[in-house]
């Protein structure tokens, strides 16, 4: 059962601005992973499911997580039909993310109040999300997609849409800028920060910094 509900994810999300996402089958190096972006401040992780037996590296560190860091909310992403959404919400998933627009997730999630994002590419697909339940949407991939200018092309007449793109989203001030100015609810970031050298090198101790770094420059950009 999930430990948080969504009205507490969506909340979070919007206060953190910034989702880490990550897989990896070493559940080892996912929980030093973990640790050190909540370390740095993050307090919302997306694991995605993208290997085989994900679900049980998954579950291992949605467990650790719950002894080891409280507060952290875990959820699964990459789900892409009903039975496997179902699987991970067995396993406490505190959320749900999709690449696309599935209706079929949409009651599985929401009668366990899982906050659910589809990924959508369009106006017509964001407005079905909405009508869907589906508080927050995922742009992706955000950059092939249409960038910071889709997002505020798309506020401007649907101001209420809540939209969190992932995919070309940088580490930089340029890059976060333009995706905060373009009126983002938040945002993804996966290998621009859990790179592939960090993992080769097992250096946790510079992931640690770069989510703090992150987070700093993510704080100044909002109070400008």
Request: aromatic share 8%.
């Amino acid at each position: 059962m999930a430990r948080f509900n969504r009205i507490e994810v969506a909340l979070k999300l919007k206060e953190t601005g910034i989702v880490p996402v990550f897989y990896h089958p070493d559940p080892e190096i996912g929980k030093k992973v973990f640790q050190a972006c909540y370390n740095g401040g993050f307090r919302v992780i997306e694991f995605t499911n993208r290997g085989d037996f994900a679900h049980e590296v998954f579950a291992e560190l949605n467990k650790h997580a719950a002894k080891t860091m409280p507060d952290l909310i875990l959820g699964v992403g990459s789900i892409i039909e009903e039975v496997t959404a179902g699987l991970y919400i067995q396993l406490g998933t505190n959320f749900v993310v999709s690449p696309m627009l599935n209706p079929k997730l949409a009651p599985v999630c929401n009668r366990r109040k899982i906050l659910w994002m589809p990924g959508c590419g369009s106006v017509a697909e964001i407005s079905q999300a909405e009508e869907l339940g589906a508080e927050i949407v995922k742009i992706y991939p955000g950059s092939q997609v249409g960038g910071p200018k889709f997002i505020s092309a798309v506020k401007g007449p649907m101001p209420w849409s809540n939209m969190m793109p992932t995919g070309g989203v940088e580490p930089t001030e340029e890059n976060l800028k333009a995706w905060f100015d373009s009126g983002v609810y938040c945002v993804g970031i996966g290998s621009n920060l859990i790179t592939s050298e960090i993992i080769k090198t097992q250096n946790f101790q510079k992931l640690e910094e770069d989510s703090k770094n992150l987070l700093s420059l993510l704080k100044k950009i909002r109070k400008t």
